[in-house]
């Protein structure tokens, strides 16, 4: 937002998804609901591994990462979106708008990228099981970490800093949950040609080329899997990343209904879709790979002063 624009428009009106009170009421205990279950259940995650020697490995070491990101993920949004529904002043000032944008796609990316190190984890664990623990040493797993973190962090200062450079004008209305980068092109009056072609050669870039890594050890997996002669052995393996798939398939799915169209088709129906990746997906993640997982069962009983038996 440049010059004069930029002083005279210095908020933006997040309208969320209906104007109706009732509606709005619904929304709010539906969303501080997904919130809470979220922010508890990541939580518990987070102090289950931490509390449990056994569950100091590569796996559990990035499942932490993937919990903590998850609750810095909602934490962004949420609030400042049920503030909105329960209040009449739903303004929202331009660099707080800017701040909120660059953490969602910081972190969006951030998931995305420790996904592809889990993913690479399975394929290890599966593929090479008597190298892993030299394949999987702790300093890599710290480099891994460290790489995410440094891909992600500039990623969204990019993308926040070229919007920096759009004008808008007219009304500042956002029918919307949040600030999105999507969302806020939309409200440009300048041209946006640059940014939205930065926006999808990145975009591909960045997670495109974790999907297709993804893609290649799962079916360097699937083959190890194949050749196991035990039918019991076979579920047995797969099951170790069979939440991981469910995961990758949730997020993948919803960025892709998002993101991989023309600016110019971005609609209120995609909202549904931008929900699913920003709160379902956060929300599940504690589900999805804690429920049929034994040495998580027994953690996280151990935390809540209700041990089961431990997994041998």
């Given at each position: 937002?440049?010059g004069d624009?930029?002083?005279?428009n210095?908020?933006?009106l997040?309208?969320?998804m209906s104007?109706s009170p009732e509606?709005q009421q619904?929304l709010f205990?539906?969303?501080?609901?997904?919130y809470?279950?979220?922010?508890?259940?990541?939580?518990?995650?987070?102090l289950?591994?931490?509390?449990d020697s056994r569950?100091?490995?590569?796996m559990?070491f990035?499942?932490?990462?993937?919990?903590?990101?998850?609750?810095?993920?909602?934490t962004?949004?949420?609030?400042?979106?049920?503030v909105?529904?329960?209040?009449?002043?739903k303004a929202?000032?331009?660099?707080?708008?800017?701040?909120?944008?660059?953490?969602?796609?910081?972190?969006?990316t951030l998931?995305?990228?420790?996904?592809a190190?889990?993913?690479?984890?399975?394929y290890?664990?599966?593929?090479?099981p008597l190298?892993?623990v030299?394949?999987?040493?702790?300093?890599?797993?710290?480099?891994?970490?460290?790489?995410?973190w440094g891909?992600?962090?500039?990623?969204?200062l990019?993308?926040?800093?070229?919007l920096?450079?759009?004008t808008?004008?007219?009304t500042q209305?956002i029918?919307?949950l949040?600030c999105e980068?999507?969302v806020?092109?939309?409200?440009a009056?300048?041209?946006t040609?640059?940014?939205?072609?930065v926006?999808?050669?990145t975009g591909?870039?960045?997670?495109?080329?974790?999907l297709?890594?993804?893609?290649?050890?799962?079916?360097?997996i699937?083959?190890?899997?194949?050749q196991?002669p035990?039918?019991s052995?076979?579920y047995?393996?797969?099951?170790?990343?069979a939440?991981?798939?469910?995961?990758v398939?949730?997020?993948?799915?919803?960025?892709?209904?998002?993101?991989?169209?023309?600016?110019?088709t971005y609609?209120?129906?995609?909202s549904?879709a931008?929900?699913?990746?920003?709160?379902v997906?956060?929300?599940m993640n504690?589900?999805?790979?804690?429920?049929r997982n034994k040495?998580?069962h027994?953690a996280?009983g151990r935390?809540l002063?209700?041990?089961?038996q431990?997994?041998k």
């Amino acid at each position: 937002m440049d010059g004069d624009n930029q002083s005279e428009n210095s908020q933006f009106l997040l309208l969320s998804m209906s104007e109706s009170p009732e509606q709005q009421q619904i929304l709010f205990w539906m969303f501080l609901s997904m919130y809470l279950v979220t922010v508890v259940g990541n939580a518990l995650i987070i102090l289950a591994i931490s509390s449990d020697s056994r569950l100091h490995t590569p796996m559990y070491f990035f499942l932490a990462n993937l919990s903590f990101t998850d609750l810095f993920f909602v934490t962004n949004t949420i609030p400042k979106m049920l503030v909105n529904f329960q209040s009449q002043n739903k303004a929202i000032a331009y660099a707080g708008c800017l701040t909120q944008l660059y953490f969602l796609v910081s972190l969006v990316t951030l998931d995305n990228l420790i996904l592809a190190v889990m993913a690479y984890d399975c394929y290890v664990a599966i593929c090479h099981p008597l190298h892993y623990v030299t394949a999987m040493s702790p300093g890599l797993c710290v480099l891994l970490l460290c790489l995410c973190w440094g891909l992600s962090v500039p990623y969204g200062l990019l993308l926040t800093l070229l919007l920096t450079r759009v004008t808008f004008c007219g009304t500042q209305e956002i029918h919307y949950l949040f600030c999105e980068m999507y969302v806020l092109l939309r409200l440009a009056c300048s041209n946006t040609h640059i940014i939205h072609t930065v926006l999808i050669a990145t975009g591909c870039f960045i997670f495109i080329t974790p999907l297709g890594f993804m893609t290649t050890s799962y079916v360097r997996i699937v083959r190890t899997i194949l050749q196991v002669p035990s039918a019991s052995k076979k579920y047995k393996t797969f099951s170790t990343c069979a939440s991981h798939v469910g995961v990758v398939s949730l997020f993948y799915g919803t960025l892709a209904m998002v993101y991989l169209q023309p600016l110019h088709t971005y609609s209120m129906k995609d909202s549904v879709a931008t929900v699913m990746y920003a709160v379902v997906t956060p929300m599940m993640n504690p589900f999805s790979y804690s429920l049929r997982n034994k040495d998580m069962h027994w953690a996280l009983g151990r935390l809540l002063g209700r041990p089961f038996q431990r997994p041998k």
